[in-house]
C-alpha cells in the first residue's frame, strides 16, 4: 500500500499542476492583459468626478473637460522637436526634462508628458498630433467651481506621485486624486471608476481592434454627487467678513452635528488650483509662512480657550456638588490663591453667584469652583482625573472622528502630565489653579469650542461633526448619527445657560444682541507671543467669541478666533451676531456691526513684524478675557502659573 500511495500523490498533484498551466497559458487571457504585452494597448476612459452641491442644493463644484498629452516613449519615432516645442510652447530643455521623466516611468506605458491644456491648445495640437507619432491626447474631467469661497472645505485635485501609484494600484501616471477637503475624504466615492479599453496591434505596431473582441472591456463609472452640510450663503459670508483678518469660524447645527460652516482667513479662490498655472499658484501658497493660506486654522489651530472654558469648570463643579447654584464667593477684583500670587479680576467686584459670575466672566469665582472640585477628592491627582474624564465626554483631548482629513486633538491634562512636569513634588489644586479659566495646559480648536457649545446648547449631548450631509445613492456613515452624551446632568445646563443668556443682556457681551433672536454666548481673549529677531515679543491679543442661538430652540453653535483681534466683544463677537442673524434670519439688520467688521483691516498689525526676519510661529498663547486676566506675582520667582508647593 505504501509503495503505491507516494507515485500516486506524485502523479495527481502533477495532473493538477499541469491543469492549472493549461488554464493559464490558454484558457485564462486575463495574466497577458497584467503583463507588459507589445501587442496589447491600454485606454483609459476617465469619468466625471461627482458634482459638490450646498444643503440648499446650490450646485458648487462641476466639471470641465482638460486635456493631457501623453506620451508612450517607446513609440516616438522621427520627432521636429523645434516644432513640437514651438506648439506647446515649451523649450527645449522642458521637452529634455519630460521625456528623462518618462523614461524612468515606463518606455513602453503611457504617462503625461504635458497637463491639462485647454480647448484653444487641445484643437491646435489635434490638427498636426499625427506628425508626432508616441504622442496621444487623454481627456479628462477638471474642477470648475461655480463659487470664488470654501477652498479648504472642498480641497482641490491633483496629479499621483509615484508614491501614491504604488501603494494604491488602481492610479497611473496622470491620473488625478483629491487633496485636502472633501475631494480627500471622499475620493473613492467622488472618484468614479474607470472605464478600461484593450485594443491589440499588429506587428507594425497598427491597432487592429479590440483585444477578444472587447471581452475584457470596462466602462466607465461617474462618481457619485455629495451633498455637504454646509451653507453656502454663510459660508461666503462668514469669509467676507474676516477679509483682512486671520483666524477660523466653525458652526454647527446643535441637533445633528452637520457643519454649517468652516471659515478660515486668508483663503483663496479655488479656482486658481485648477489648469496650468496650477503648480504655479499651488506653489505659492504653499510658501507663504507668513498668511499661511493652505493651513486650516478652524481644524489646525490650538489655543487656550480663556474665559469660554469658564462654562466647563462651572459645569464640571456643578456635577461634583462642588458647587450649587447658590454658592457664593467674594471677589475683591482678583483672587489670592497662594503665597505671594494673586490673580487679577476684572468683573465688577462684591459678591457673586454662578450666574453673575458667568456673564461678569469672574476669575476669582471659577478659580475657586475649579480648586473646590479638586480638593474633595483625598488627592488632587484624582481630582485633575475626574475633571478630564468629564472634559473627555465633550470631545475634548482627542480627535473628532469628522469627516475632514486633517485636525488636531487639541489637550487635556491629567495626573500623568503633572506627576511629570512635578516631578518630585507634591503638587495641589492651586499649583494647576490657571487651568480653571482656560490657561495651563489645556489647548482647544475653532471647531472643538464650536462642540462644546453644540453641547450646551443641546443640554448634553453632540453628534460628531460632519461635513457631508448625504451621498447620492448610499448612506452617510452610522457614526454621525450616533449620539454622544456628555457626563453632566441636564438641569446643570439649564443653570449654566441662564448666565450665558445674560452675557448679552447684562455682561461682556452687551451691545452685540440682535433683535428677534435670543442668544447665548461668551467672550474670551489670548494673549500672543512671537519671536522677533530672537527676542519673545508680545502681540496684540487674539479675539475669541463662542455662543448658540435661539436660546430654547438652538439652530446653529459657533465659535470665532481673530487672531490680533483684541477683545473677545471687539471683533470676534460682533462676527458671532451676524453669523448667527444671517442663518436665523437670512438677512442682516445689525448694519453698524456689520459696517464696522467689513471695514476693519488687520493687516497693518499683522505687517508690523513683516520686515524683519520673523518667525510666524506662535511660541506661546496665554488667555484672558475683556476682563483681562493678569497675574500679580509679589514673589522673587517670575511665574505665570501658580508656583511649586
Given at each position: 500500500?505504501?509503495?503505491?500511495?507516494?507515485?500516486?500523490?506524485?502523479?495527481i498533484?502533477?495532473?493538477l499542476?499541469?491543469?492549472?498551466?493549461?488554464?493559464?497559458?490558454?484558457?485564462?487571457?486575463?495574466?497577458?492583459?497584467?503583463?507588459?504585452?507589445?501587442?496589447?494597448?491600454?485606454?483609459?476612459?476617465?469619468?466625471?468626478r461627482?458634482?459638490?452641491?450646498d444643503?440648499?442644493?446650490?450646485?458648487l463644484?462641476?466639471?470641465?473637460?482638460?486635456?493631457?498629452?501623453?506620451?508612450?516613449?517607446?513609440?516616438?519615432?522621427?520627432?521636429?522637436?523645434?516644432?513640437?516645442?514651438?506648439?506647446?510652447?515649451?523649450?527645449?530643455?522642458?521637452f529634455?526634462?519630460k521625456?528623462?521623466?518618462?523614461?524612468?516611468?515606463?518606455?513602453?506605458?503611457?504617462?503625461?508628458?504635458?497637463?491639462?491644456?485647454?480647448?484653444k491648445?487641445?484643437?491646435?495640437?489635434?490638427e498636426?498630433q499625427?506628425?508626432?507619432?508616441?504622442?496621444?491626447?487623454?481627456?479628462?474631467?477638471?474642477?470648475?467651481?461655480?463659487?470664488?469661497y470654501?477652498?479648504?472645505?472642498?480641497?482641490?485635485?491633483?496629479?499621483?506621485?509615484d508614491?501614491?501609484?504604488?501603494?494604491?494600484?488602481?492610479?497611473?501616471?496622470?491620473?488625478?486624486?483629491?487633496?485636502?477637503?472633501?475631494?480627500?475624504s471622499?475620493?473613492?466615492?467622488?472618484r468614479?471608476?474607470?472605464g478600461v479599453?484593450?485594443?491589440?496591434?499588429?506587428?507594425?505596431?497598427r491597432?487592429i481592434?479590440?483585444?477578444?473582441?472587447?471581452?475584457?472591456?470596462?466602462?466607465?463609472?461617474?462618481?457619485?454627487?455629495?451633498?455637504?452640510?454646509?451653507?453656502?450663503?454663510l459660508?461666503?459670508?462668514?469669509?467676507?467678513?474676516?477679509?483682512?483678518?486671520?483666524g477660523?469660524?466653525?458652526?454647527?447645527?446643535?441637533?445633528?452635528?452637520?457643519?454649517?460652516?468652516?471659515?478660515?482667513?486668508p483663503?483663496y479662490?479655488?479656482?486658481?488650483?485648477?489648469?496650468?498655472?496650477?503648480?504655479k499658484n499651488?506653489?505659492?501658497?504653499?510658501?507663504?509662512?507668513?498668511?499661511?493660506?493652505l493651513?486650516?486654522r478652524?481644524?489646525l489651530?490650538?489655543?487656550?480657550?480663556?474665559s469660554?472654558?469658564k462654562?466647563?469648570?462651572?459645569?464640571?463643579?456643578l456635577?461634583?456638588?462642588?458647587?450649587?447654584?447658590?454658592?457664593?464667593?467674594?471677589?475683591n477684583?482678583?483672587?489670592?490663591?497662594?503665597?505671594?500670587?494673586?490673580m487679577?479680576?476684572?468683573?465688577?467686584g462684591?459678591?457673586?453667584?454662578?450666574?453673575?459670575?458667568?456673564?461678569?466672566?469672574?476669575?476669582t469665582?471659577?478659580s475657586?469652583s475649579?480648586?473646590?472640585?479638586?480638593d474633595?477628592?483625598?488627592?488632587?491627582?484624582?481630582?485633575?482625573?475626574?475633571?478630564s474624564?468629564?472634559?473627555?465626554?465633550?470631545?475634548?483631548?482627542?480627535f473628532?472622528?469628522?469627516?475632514?482629513?486633517?485636525?488636531?486633538?487639541?489637550?487635556?491634562?491629567?495626573?500623568?502630565t503633572?506627576n511629570?512636569?512635578?516631578?518630585?513634588?507634591?503638587?495641589?489644586?492651586?499649583?494647576i489653579?490657571?487651568?480653571?479659566?482656560?490657561?495651563?495646559?489645556?489647548l482647544?480648536?475653532?471647531?472643538?469650542?464650536?462642540?462644546?457649545?453644540?453641547t450646551?446648547?443641546?443640554?448634553?449631548?453632540?453628534?460628531?461633526?460632519?461635513?457631508?450631509?448625504?451621498?447620492?445613492?448610499?448612506p452617510?456613515?452610522?457614526?454621525?448619527?450616533?449620539?454622544h452624551?456628555a457626563?453632566?446632568?441636564?438641569?446643570?445646563f439649564?443653570?449654566?445657560?441662564?448666565?450665558?443668556?445674560?452675557?448679552?443682556?447684562?455682561?461682556?457681551?452687551?451691545g452685540l444682541?440682535v433683535?428677534?433672536?435670543?442668544?447665548?454666548?461668551k467672550?474670551?481673549?489670548?494673549?500672543n507671543?512671537?519671536k522677533?529677531?530672537?527676542?519673545?515679543v508680545?502681540?496684540?491679543?487674539h479675539?475669541i467669541?463662542?455662543?448658540?442661538?435661539?436660546?430654547d430652540?438652538?439652530k446653529?453653535a459657533i465659535?470665532?478666533l481673530?487672531?490680533?483681534?483684541?477683545?473677545?466683544?471687539?471683533?470676534?463677537?460682533?462676527i458671532?451676531s451676524?453669523?448667527?442673524?444671517?442663518y436665523?434670519?437670512?438677512k442682516?439688520?445689525?448694519?453698524d456691526?456689520?459696517?464696522?467688521i467689513?471695514?476693519?483691516?488687520?493687516?497693518?498689525?499683522?505687517?508690523?513684524?513683516?520686515?524683519?526676519?520673523?518667525?510666524d510661529?506662535?511660541?506661546?498663547?496665554?488667555v484672558a478675557?475683556p476682563?483681562k486676566?493678569?497675574?500679580k506675582?509679589?514673589?522673587?520667582v517670575?511665574?505665570?502659573?501658580?508656583?511649586k508647593?
Open positions: 500500500m505504501r509503495k503505491v500511495l507516494l507515485p500516486t500523490i506524485i502523479f498533484a502533477t495532473i499542476l499541469v491543469i492549472r498551466l493549461f488554464y493559464l497559458q490558454v484558457i485564462d487571457d486575463t495574466l497577458k492583459l497584467k503583463s507588459d504585452n507589445n501587442a496589447i494597448k491600454i485606454k483609459y476612459d476617465y469619468p466625471e461627482g458634482y459638490i452641491y444643503r440648499n442644493g446650490k450646485l463644484v462641476a466639471n470641465q473637460p482638460s486635456y493631457d498629452i501623453m506620451v508612450i516613449p517607446k513609440d516616438v519615432k522621427d520627432l521636429d522637436t523645434t516644432e513640437f516645442c514651438a506648439l506647446l510652447k515649451i523649450t527645449k530643455e522642458d529634455l526634462t521625456m528623462a521623466k518618462a523614461k524612468v516611468y515606463s518606455p513602453r506605458l503611457p504617462s503625461v508628458f504635458l497637463a491639462q491644456l485647454n480647448k491648445e487641445y484643437a491646435a495640437f489635434q498636426v499625427r506628425n508626432f507619432t508616441g504622442f496621444y491626447i487623454q481627456k479628462r474631467a477638471l474642477r470648475d467651481y461655480q463659487v470664488a470654501g477652498a479648504n472645505v472642498f480641497g482641490f485635485i491633483t496629479q499621483v506621485n508614491k501614491i501609484i504604488e501603494k494604491n494600484k488602481y492610479y497611473n501616471s496622470g491620473d488625478l486624486i483629491g487633496k485636502q477637503g472633501v475631494e480627500e471622499y475620493e473613492d466615492i467622488l468614479g471608476i474607470k479599453k484593450y485594443i491589440q496591434k499588429d506587428k507594425y505596431n491597432e481592434g479590440s483585444y477578444k473582441e472587447g471581452k475584457f472591456d470596462t466602462i466607465a463609472v461617474q462618481g457619485k454627487d455629495i451633498t455637504l452640510s454646509i451653507d453656502g450663503d459660508q461666503k459670508y462668514g469669509e467676507e467678513l474676516m477679509v483682512n483678518k486671520r477660523g469660524i466653525v458652526a454647527i447645527e446643535p441637533k445633528t452635528g452637520e457643519i454649517l460652516a468652516l471659515v478660515t482667513a483663503s479662490d479655488p479656482a486658481i488650483l485648477v489648469g496650468r498655472q496650477r503648480s499651488y506653489t505659492m501658497l504653499y510658501h507663504d509662512s507668513i498668511a499661511k493660506p493651513y486650516d478652524g481644524l489651530a490650538q489655543y487656550p480657550p480663556g469660554p472654558f462654562i466647563l469648570t462651572g459645569l464640571i463643579a456635577q461634583e456638588n462642588a458647587i450649587d447654584e447658590n454658592t457664593t464667593v467674594v471677589c477684583h482678583g483672587f489670592s490663591y497662594a503665597p505671594g500670587r494673586f487679577r479680576c476684572h468683573c465688577h462684591g459678591v457673586m453667584q454662578l450666574h453673575r459670575g458667568i456673564y461678569e466672566s469672574c476669575n469665582f471659577f475657586t475649579y480648586m473646590r472640585t479638586l474633595k477628592f483625598s488627592d488632587a491627582s484624582v481630582g485633575v482625573d475626574v475633571w474624564k468629564h472634559l473627555k465626554t465633550f470631545g475634548l483631548g482627542q473628532m472622528g469628522y469627516d475632514l482629513p486633517t485636525g488636531r486633538k487639541g489637550n487635556i491634562p491629567t495626573s500623568k503633572y511629570k512636569v512635578y516631578k518630585g513634588w507634591r503638587w495641589s489644586s492651586k499649583t489653579v490657571s487651568n480653571a479659566i482656560g490657561q495651563g495646559e489645556v482647544m480648536t475653532p471647531m472643538q469650542l464650536a462642540n462644546m457649545m453644540a450646551v446648547a443641546n443640554r448634553g449631548y453632540y453628534y460628531t461633526p460632519h461635513i457631508v450631509r448625504k451621498i447620492k445613492g448610499k452617510i456613515d452610522k457614526k454621525f448619527t450616533t449620539k452624551t457626563t453632566i446632568d441636564r438641569k446643570h439649564e443653570t449654566m445657560i441662564s448666565g450665558l443668556f445674560d452675557v448679552y443682556n447684562f455682561g461682556t457681551a452687551h444682541n433683535e428677534g433672536i435670543d442668544i447665548c454666548g467672550t474670551g481673549t489670548a494673549e507671543f512671537a522677533v529677531d530672537g527676542k519673545r508680545q502681540l496684540k491679543d479675539s467669541f463662542v455662543a448658540f442661538a435661539p436660546k430652540d438652538p446653529i465659535a470665532i481673530v487672531e490680533n483681534g483684541g477683545f473677545g466683544a471687539t471683533i470676534a463677537g460682533p458671532a451676524l453669523m448667527i442673524e444671517k436665523v434670519k437670512r442682516i439688520t445689525r448694519k456691526l456689520e459696517t464696522r467689513l471695514a476693519k483691516d488687520l493687516q497693518p498689525e499683522y505687517n508690523r513684524f513683516i520686515a524683519k526676519p520673523i518667525k510661529t506662535l511660541i506661546n498663547t496665554k478675557e476682563e486676566v493678569t497675574i506675582d509679589t514673589s522673587s517670575k511665574k505665570s502659573t501658580a508656583p508647593p
